[in-house]
């Protein structure tokens, strides 16, 4: 019998606990979880893809069944050469079904893959990689709301933007 292979995608930028916290229940679900890191292109990043990858991979180090792996182009392409049966897709409430409902038709379409919506827990639906973010930016302490390593490679990495504009 195959495996049941489901694939986590974002861009991740940050990876948050609220992150972490649906690729652990999607395990629960199917054999193996892929988080693909992607590009959204709409958002400029603050992090590199590289090293999205490597502090999601750094995250999940204890989760037997999960990997990491960057996603160079459209879900559905990497869903087929995976062989996932599923995306999964964590929500935090009405907004975030309403922008991912057709973006998971979408993906059927393409390439007949279901989409699982997880819901979030209650504790952390305030956490949006946005959100660390813009904390992060104002000073405020970020350490709660992402893994360990998370807070540092953001606090780096705007310091580095500050340095560009100035």
Do not use: W
Not at 80 to 101: F, M, N, S, T
Not at 127 to 156: E, F, N, Q, W, Y
Request: net charge negative; glycine share 8%; with cysteine.
């Amino acid at each position: 019998m195959s495996s049941r292979i489901a694939v986590c995608p974002g861009s991740y930028d940050p990876v948050t606990l609220g992150h972490l916290d649906i690729v652990r229940r999607a395990r629960t679900l199917f054999d193996e979880v892929v988080v693909g890191i992607g590009i959204n292109a709409t958002k400029a990043p603050l992090l590199e893809a590289e090293e999205r990858v490597q502090l999601f991979t750094d995250a999940v180090a204890d989760l037997d069944g999960v990997r990491v792996v960057r996603m160079p182009g459209l879900l559905a392409d990497l869903c087929d050469e995976l062989g996932a049966r599923a995306i999964v897709k964590g929500l935090r409430g009405g907004a975030d079904y309403d922008a991912e409902q057709p973006m998971a038709l979408m993906n059927r379409h393409l390439s007949g893959v279901e989409t699982v919506f997880v819901t979030g827990a209650p504790e952390l639906a305030h956490v949006s990689s946005t959100m660390v973010k813009d904390v992060a930016r104002h000073g405020g302490d970020i350490t709660d709301l992402v893994p360990p390593a998370v807070s540092a490679a953001v606090h780096a990495a705007l310091a580095h933007e500050k340095k560009d504009l100035s």
